[in-house]
Each structure stands twice: as C-alpha cells, then as structure tokens.
C-alpha cells in the first residue's frame, strides 16, 4: 500500500464540449494539507469534488487511501466512506436536527447503534465546540455554527481525509473566524485535508502545499513561503497582486 | 403645531370604507331575496310541497349496484345513502390507485433510465390534457362495452372473468367456524406489528438491520392457515359459471364502475406526478450532494433526506387532487354509474320535483366530504411538516 492519500495522474474531465480540467496530476501524502486556490472557474471546486466521486472524470486514474475511484458502485462507496466533505454552502438536512444530522450516516451507513452513534457525534460536536446546540434545528443556527455542524457531521464518519469546498464564501465575516480556527484544530490532529479557498492567512499558516490553478490546469505548487514570496508563473503573480491588497 | 388639512367628508378612509360595506351588504341581501322570492313563486306555480317529507316516500325505481340493502319499495332516503357510498367507493379506491400510480409516475419522470423517464413523461402529457369526460367515454364505450359477450368472455382459470357486463371474481362466503379464523388473523397481525415494532428497537440499539418482511408476512399468513385447517376451512368461495346468456354467483364489478375509477384514478394520477416530481426536484440540490458525500445509498437517501422534505410540499396540492377526484366522480352521471348525483340529483330530482331539498342535501353531502378530508390532510400535513426552527 503507497503512503500518499491521493494520487492523481493525467485526470481531464469534460462539462460537454468544455474541457474543466486539463492533464490534472497531483499526490497528496497521508497527513499533508494542500489547500487549492485559483480565479473562479479555474476548475478547483471540480477537482476536489473528482476526489469523492461527486463528479465523474473521463480520463485519468484518482487513487484515494489505495482505492482506484471507478464507474463501480463499490469501489465508490469505498472511496466516499475514507473522505468527508465540507460544502460552501453547509448542505444540513433542514428536517432533522444538529444531532441527527450528525447520527443519520453512522447508524445508516456504518450501521452502529444508535446511543454508540450519539456518543460518537456528541464527541465531534464538542470538538467543534457546540455540543450546546445539538438538539436545534439548522435553521435556527448562525452560518458560523452551521458550517461546524456540516464538519462534524463528515468527522463523524471518521473519514481519513477531509475535502473543504470553499467552506467560508457563503459567511458574514465575523463568522469566518470561528470556523477556520476550527479547520486549524482539525489540522492540529493530522487529518489529511485538501481546501479549496481564498483565505490566504489560513494558507500561509497551515498549508504544506499551495496548488494554484487556472482555466482547468494546475498552474503551480509550491509550499507558502515560496508561493506567496517568488511565484514563478505570471498568472500566479497576476492573482496574488489582486487577492492580496 | 400643524393645523389639520381639511378634508371632504367623502374623502375620509373611515367614511368610505362603511360605504362600501353597508354597499356590499345590501347588494348580496338583495341577490339572495330575488333568488328566495323566484323559489317561492315556482314552488307555488307548480303546487310542490316543500319539506324533507319525501325522504320517506318510497322509491319505486331500482339501482343496478348497492352496497347496503335495496328494493324497489325503498325509501328516497335510502336512495341518498346508497348514492353517497356508491361515491364513496369510487372516491376512496380512486384516491388510492391514483395515489400509488401518480407518484409512481412522478418518480418515473426523474428516472435516469431514459425509456421509463420518456414513458412517465408521455403519460403525464396525454392523460392531463384530455377532457376527463372524454377519458371516461374512452374507457367505457372504447375499450369496457367492446369487450366480448359473456359466452366469449376473457377467463383466467376459470375463476374470474371479463366480458362486457363486467369483472366477474369469486366471492368469499363464510361458514360456520369462520370468526375463529378471523380471530387467528387478527392476532398473527397484532404479533406482526409487535414484531415490527421489535426490530426497530433491536436497530437503534444494536444498529443490526434484520429482514422483517419475511417474519411479519409468516405471521398475517400461518395462525389464519393453521386455524382455518384445524376448522375444516370454514369459508368457501361462490365461483362465478356462466348459466344460459350470463353469469351467476361470485360478485361483479360493474363496467360503469370501472371505466370511472380507471379514468378518475389515471387522469388524476397525472396531475399527482406532476406534484410529486415538482416537490422532489424542490429540494435543493446540495441534499441530494451531502447525502451521497456521507455514502448513503439511492434508496436511504430518497428515505431519509429527499422525501421528508418534498413531502411537505407535495401534501397541501395533494389535498386538492384527493378533493377534485372525490368532486370528478359526479361526472358518473354520463356512463349511468348510480353516484350520489346520479341516483339523488338525477332520478330523485325528476321524480319528486323537490329541486332546491335536493340540490341542497347533495351539495351538503359533497362540502362535508371535502372539508373532512381537508381536515384530515391538514392534519397530517402538520404531522409531516418541517420543524425547521
């Protein structure tokens, strides 16, 4: 067994006659935080939904945790239970609560119990810090708290990676705060974690790796010292000089 | 200070709106005193008695299909109750099919597979937009009364049959010994819901998942066959045999009623899947994509996340299709199917004369089973309703 958490080589995915990503290669080692950056409609959101089989590439290996992802419905729900995905827009179930938000995929898909399952989502809800709000409903939650339900909700599976798809571009700004230094918690622990976002501080702190992309390609990697001090490409130069003021 | 402007009279918000109140009021006063005065003045002209005396003048005239107890020498006021479960019949079993066939369709139309997708689609598009009355002549004039006479009817084993006076099935007849049957029914049924019952408890707490169709199923099938066997199987079943130019014994399902529950039941139907597909597709995207991100499968995910959420958007339309079908179902006057209009607001009407008892009591029959089942939609409605905050 490798000791990366994904491989990917030579990906190309295709919207119709759109060609969303071009010749994608790119290893992930167990434990290593890449976070994904790039102008909107550079493909990153694509490529990191590629990676739990959301979306379905046309050419291409993606290997995660040793597991080809492939047309099988099998080899899929292998891939699926090994990753946890954070969306930008939380995606609670607005029908049940906090905590059986957190409980419906373990009793259902690992089939525990349903007191085991509620120990184990209270444990993530604590980690995350609202063990308080478990028996609200979303609604009645701020867009902070949400977006920390939505990440103990995918820890409660225990996935080995965590997938975070712009996780702070649909909060008010006081809210940001809250949920990246819960990311950062997260990365205390080792968790393997690719994130797609423009926080270029949470960059900088946490990244091992920067991947900058553009019109479907991967442009550059580079740890954050070098991307954020000598990038190489004129398009990474171009970028940075209008998301950094 | 500001002085106040001056303002006419018959400019004042207060004024006007008493205006037009007291307006209102005495133009729906007058309306209703022009139609008491025309009432009155027929009933005179033509020397009709008024009153609900009639109900229990006798009938003379009988009705091919009751499900209570019914001569010639019945009352009009029994005529009025086999009218009312004849419509009920049709309602409740139409409501059903079309319940069951509408969201079966509704799913169909969001299928991936294309043939099914196109199928649903296809039957949404014709049945919804052809006139029901038309739909009900097709089934009953087209395909019911062109079957083959009796002689040449359609038989599956020898037991039900086709032709053009109806469905023939056998009939169940009880004999003695049957209630301990029964008795064994009832409790292989309650056992099956304690077992039912069990196995969620054993799911939540052990988070094992064991089969219970079979066990249940066992449990509604074998005390009944066990008991009937020790009695000697007390029930035998009238077989309908075709004797001289018709059939006798069994029971039959009438073509009028078919050809209107098949219509009523299609073309309702196809406004439910348009409901159902509308409530589904309703529901954001992002829950079918967090589902599948936490590895639930097709079915758990259309179970537990996406129709507990278009359900409360499918119920309140819902209602209204359960109203309409229940509402359609007069229209069983044009085949002769003896319905409440049929039989009360049709051939009472005419032979009594009572117009305005009977139009009344038929629309008093109709606005009670509506606003009943929109009391009990309502109802369930609240129960399944999102508690979002």
């Given at each position: 067994m490798s000791t990366s958490a994904v491989e ?18 790119l290893t992930v080692a167990r434990g290593e935080r890449v976070v994904i ?11 990191i939904?590629?990676i739990n ?11 995660v945790e040793g597991v ?11 891939v699926?239970a090994n990753v946890g995905l954070v ?33 184990l989502?209270?444990k993530y809800l604590e980690r995350v810090h ?18 920390r339900?939505?990440i103990a909700r995918a820890l409660t599976m225990e996935p080995r990676i965590m997938l975070f798809?712009?996780p ?11 949920v990246l230094e819960t990311m950062v918690e997260l990365a205390e622990t080792g968790m393997t974690m690719l994130v797609v976002t423009?926080?270029?501080?949470f960059a900088r702190t946490v990244a091992n790796r920067v991947v ?11 740890p954050p ?21 | ?389």
């Open positions: 990917i080589t030579g990906l190309n995915k295709w919207f119709k006659a759109f060609h969303v990503l071009k010749d994608i290669n950056c790039g102008p909107s409609g550079s493909g990153k959101s694509t490529l939904r590629c089989g959301l979306e379905r590439h046309q050419e291409g290996r993606l290997t080809e992802l492939s047309e099988e419905i099998g080899q899929i729900e292998a699926r969306f930008q827009q939380f995606n609670l179930f607005p029908h049940l609560t906090v905590l059986e938000n957190c409980t419906l995929a373990p009793m259902w898909v690992k089939r525990l119990p349903k007191r085991e399952a509620e120990t989502a209270m609202i063990p308080e709000q478990a028996l609200k409903y979303p609604g009645q939650l701020s867009g902070g708290q949400q977006q339900v939505a798809d712009e702070t571009s649909a909060l008010d700004p006081e809210m940001i705060k809250e423009h926080e270029m501080g900058f992309m553009d019109e479907g390609e991967i442009v550059e990697i580079a010292e070098e991307f954020f001090t000598k990038p190489k490409s004129p398009r990474t130069k171009e970028f940075l000089s209008q998301i950094l003021r | 200070m500001a002085t106040p402007l001056r303002i006419a009279w018959w400019r004042r918000r207060r004024t006007r709106d008493l205006l037009f109140q007291a307006a209102l009021i005495a133009g729906v006063l007058l309306l209703f005193g022009i139609m008491a005065n025309n009432a009155i003045q027929t009933v005179e002209r033509q020397h009709i008695a008024t009153g609900f005396g009639f109900l229990d003048h006798t009938a003379g005239f009988d009705v091919v299909q009751t499900l209570v107890r019914y001569d010639e020498t019945s009352t009009y006021g029994r005529v009025l109750l086999v009218g009312i479960l004849n419509t009920l019949l049709v309602a409740a079993i139409g409501i059903v099919l079309a319940t069951l066939l509408g969201f079966l369709v509704g799913i169909g139309q969001l299928s991936s597979n294309w043939l099914v997708a196109r199928l649903a689609r296809s039957f949404v598009e014709i049945v919804r937009n052809l006139p029901l009355l038309l739909q009900i002549f097709f089934w009953y004039f087209a395909v019911l009364r062109a079957l083959p006479g009796p002689r040449e009817s359609w038989g599956v084993a020898d037991a039900v049959f086709l032709n053009n006076r109806g469905l023939y099935l056998p009939a169940p007849v009880a004999e003695s010994g049957f209630g301990f049957v029964m008795l064994a029914f009832a409790a292989g049924a309650i056992a099956s819901i304690f077992m039912f019952l069990r196995a969620k408890a054993v799911r939540e707490r052990t988070g094992r998942v064991s089969p219970v169709a079979p066990g249940t199923t066992a449990l509604l099938v074998v005390p009944a066959l066990l008991a009937s066997a020790a009695a000697g199987f007390p029930m035998s079943f009238s077989v309908p045999a075709l004797s001289g130019f018709n059939f006798q014994g069994g029971i039959v399902v009438l073509p009028e009623m078919m050809a209107l529950v098949v219509a009523l039941a299609t073309y309702t139907a196809s406004y439910i899947a348009e409901i159902v597909r509308a409530g589904i597709e309703g529901v954001a995207r992002g829950q079918t994509e967090a589902a599948q991100a936490l590895g639930l499968n097709r079915g758990q995910m259309l179970r537990l996340v996406i129709v507990p959420q278009a359900m409360r958007q499918i119920i309140p339309p819902l209602t209204s299709q359960y109203l309409n079908l229940t509402k359609n179902s007069s229209l069983a006057v044009a085949i002769a199917y003896p319905d409440l209009v049929s039989v009360f607001a049709g051939t009472t009407l005419s032979q009594t004369g009572q117009a305005i008892e009977i139009i009344a009591i038929t629309m008093a029959v109709y606005l009670t089973l509506s606003l009943l089942t929109s009391a009990f939609m309502n109802w369930y409605n609240a129960r399944v309703a999102l508690t979002e905050r």
